[in-house]
């Protein structure tokens, strides 16, 4: 049978699974978020940019890499009516890269300072926070190697999260070299999961030996146990990224002075997700959670813009997923402010009261106030029902009579007091304004 047919033969239809309606009472949280995300970017000096739904699949397949589970598993791919292979936007990075080269920006001063909210398409379990459409705040600082870039990026992911009231967040913070170093780290990976391997799970069995980095990262709590014991890549830093490294500590030892509850903590299992990462990868993580709730990630990916066919350019970022991190304000209890709230409504008897409401309502709207007129096919106490449940801070009452004296009644819905008021719109919208 049609699973949105049931027996009664009419049709039914419900989300996608792993998606989710963003509904007008859960809108204050997205608008509290963004608004903040906004704020914070430009305050930081980065700039928005906006990369296309949908992009060439082999963008992704070079940038992200072969072997993570995003190419190897989650990717929405389908072939266009032309024959191309296109990919919606699982990561938001390799996007902002491709625009990067395409479009002239390594003639810009540098680093290049963008930012980006957008939604993200990923075949996955559905979980707490995480669907298969969800929606990224993400940045990226692109052009310049100095580890003091990667303090403000951490930094910026940091004000942006406890600006919005979270608290008691931990930030994780590890290096995994470069294509200097991480070959000898590789190699000791393999040894290390080599005598453990059978005790592992099917995916670190395959994953063995093309990306050992990947066992560190797996979500399995059997093969957790035997990455808590493995070799750390911190220990096998060549001199440049052992520098960057030290320099990175320092820098983030300073902001513990600026913004309390800074605490970097060294994790050698922090790798991510994605293979174009290089040097420093961090995380913020909400209270007892780990790693499977993540509300910030990102890192360094000196090697990915050369690898798309750009010149050899240093980039780093992170990524914020805004479903987890409205679950989690929720789980805080913090405020996503007052709703939305309709300025009036306009209730009327008789026809030529409600014509003229209309039109009040009308030129109110053209003035910014927010306005609406009761449901013409209700009585007047079934209009003021109406009024309440809509959350109106005031009605403007138009009666017949009161049509012929050119006044109408102003009464708020909250402390029950009103006042006669001019059937001009300027008048009305004065009231309502100076008690806002």
Request: neutral net charge; glycine residues 10%; contains cysteine.
């Given at each position: 049978?049609?699973?949105?047919?049931?027996?009664?033969?009419?049709?039914t239809?419900?989300?996608?699974?792993?998606?989710?309606?963003?509904?007008?009472?859960?809108?204050?949280?997205?608008?509290?978020?963004?608004s903040?995300?906004?704020?914070?970017?430009?305050?930081?000096?980065?700039?928005?940019?906006?990369?296309?739904?949908?992009?060439?699949?082999?963008?992704?397949?070079?940038?992200?890499?072969?072997?993570?589970?995003?190419?190897?598993?989650?990717?929405?791919?389908?072939?266009?009516?032309?024959?191309d292979?296109?990919?919606?936007?699982?990561?938001?990075?390799?996007?902002?890269?491709?625009?990067?080269?395409?479009?002239?920006?390594?003639?810009?001063?540098?680093?290049?300072?963008?930012?980006?909210?957008?939604?993200?398409?990923?075949?996955?379990?559905p979980?707490?926070?995480?669907y298969?459409?969800?929606?990224?705040?993400?940045?990226?600082?692109?052009?310049?190697?100095?580890?003091?870039?990667?303090?403000?990026?951490?930094?910026?992911?940091?004000?942006?999260v406890?600006?919005?009231?979270?608290?008691?967040?931990?930030?994780?913070?590890?290096?995994?070299?470069?294509?200097v170093?991480?070959?000898?780290?590789?190699?000791?990976?393999?040894?290390?999961?080599?005598?453990?391997?059978?005790?592992?799970?099917?995916?670190?069995?395959?994953?063995?030996?093309r990306?050992?980095?990947?066992?560190?990262?797996?979500?399995?709590?059997?093969?957790?146990?035997f990455?808590?014991?493995?070799?750390?890549?911190?220990?096998y830093?060549?001199?440049?990224?052992?520098?960057?490294?030290?320099?990175?500590?320092?820098?983030?030892?300073?902001?513990?002075?600026?913004?309390?509850?800074?605490?970097?903590?060294?994790d050698?299992?922090?790798v991510r997700?994605l293979?174009?990462?290089?040097?420093?990868?961090?995380?913020?993580?909400?209270?007892d959670?780990?790693g499977?709730?993540?509300?910030?990630g990102?890192?360094?990916?000196?090697?990915?813009?050369?690898?798309?066919?750009?010149?050899?350019?240093?980039?780093?970022?992170?990524?914020?997923?805004?479903?987890?991190?409205?679950?989690?304000?929720?789980?805080?209890?913090?405020?996503?402010?007052?709703?939305?709230?309709?300025?009036?409504?306009?209730?009327?008897?008789?026809?030529?009261?409600?014509?003229?409401?209309?039109?009040?309502?009308?030129?109110?709207?053209?003035?910014?106030?927010?306005?609406?007129?009761a449901?013409?096919?209700?009585?007047?106490?079934?209009q003021?029902?109406?009024?309440?449940?809509?959350?109106?801070?005031?009605?403007l009452?138009?009666?017949?009579?009161?049509l012929?004296?050119?006044?109408?009644t102003?009464?708020?819905?909250?402390?029950?007091?009103?006042?006669?008021?001019?059937?001009?719109?300027?008048a009305?919208?004065?009231a309502?304004?100076?008690?806002?």
């Amino acid at each position: 049978m049609d699973p949105a047919r049931p027996a009664t033969g009419r049709m039914t239809f419900r989300a996608p699974r792993g998606t989710a309606d963003l509904l007008p009472d859960e809108q204050p949280y997205w608008k509290l978020v963004d608004s903040a995300a906004l704020l914070t970017a430009q305050a930081f000096g980065y700039r928005r940019i906006d990369t296309p739904l949908f992009e060439d699949t082999r963008l992704f397949q070079r940038g992200v890499g072969e072997d993570t589970d995003i190419v190897e598993k989650e990717m929405y791919t389908f072939a266009d009516r032309g024959g191309d292979s296109l990919t919606l936007k699982p990561e938001g990075t390799a996007g902002v890269c491709r625009a990067y080269i395409e479009n002239g920006m390594p003639n810009l001063p540098q680093p290049v300072r963008l930012f980006y909210l957008t939604p993200i398409f990923r075949y996955d379990r559905p979980q707490a926070g995480r669907y298969r459409q969800h929606h990224q705040f993400g940045i990226e600082a692109i052009g310049d190697p100095s580890p003091a870039v990667d303090a403000e990026v951490i930094e910026l992911g940091w004000s942006f999260v406890t600006g919005l009231g979270l608290k008691r967040l931990a930030i994780k913070v590890n290096s995994i070299g470069d294509r200097v170093c991480r070959p000898a780290y590789r190699e000791s990976l393999k040894r290390y999961f080599a005598e453990h391997i059978d005790e592992m799970c099917r995916d670190c069995k395959a994953r063995l030996p093309r990306n050992p980095l990947r066992l560190l990262d797996c979500k399995n709590e059997t093969c957790q146990r035997f990455g808590d014991q493995a070799p750390r890549s911190v220990d096998y830093l060549c001199e440049p990224c052992s520098s960057h490294w030290k320099e990175l500590l320092e820098y983030l030892d300073d902001l513990q002075g600026i913004y309390p509850g800074i605490k970097p903590q060294l994790d050698h299992r922090l790798v991510r997700g994605l293979d174009y990462y290089t040097r420093t990868v961090f995380e913020i993580q909400p209270p007892d959670e780990g790693g499977q709730s993540t509300l910030l990630g990102g890192g360094r990916y000196d090697g990915l813009i050369e690898q798309l066919g750009g010149p050899p350019t240093p980039g780093i970022g992170f990524g914020c997923g805004r479903e987890r991190l409205i679950l989690n304000l929720k789980r805080q209890e913090i405020s996503s402010g007052p709703p939305s709230a309709t300025d009036l409504v306009a209730v009327f008897v008789g026809d030529r009261a409600r014509r003229k409401a209309y039109s009040l309502v009308a030129a109110l709207r053209a003035a910014r106030c927010t306005s609406v007129m009761a449901p013409p096919s209700r009585s007047l106490k079934g209009q003021m029902r109406y009024a309440d449940s809509v959350g109106a801070r005031y009605v403007l009452i138009v009666g017949e009579r009161e049509l012929d004296r050119g006044v109408g009644t102003l009464k708020s819905l909250k402390d029950q007091t009103q006042i006669e008021v001019s059937l001009d719109p300027s008048a009305i919208a004065s009231a309502v304004r100076a008690t806002s």
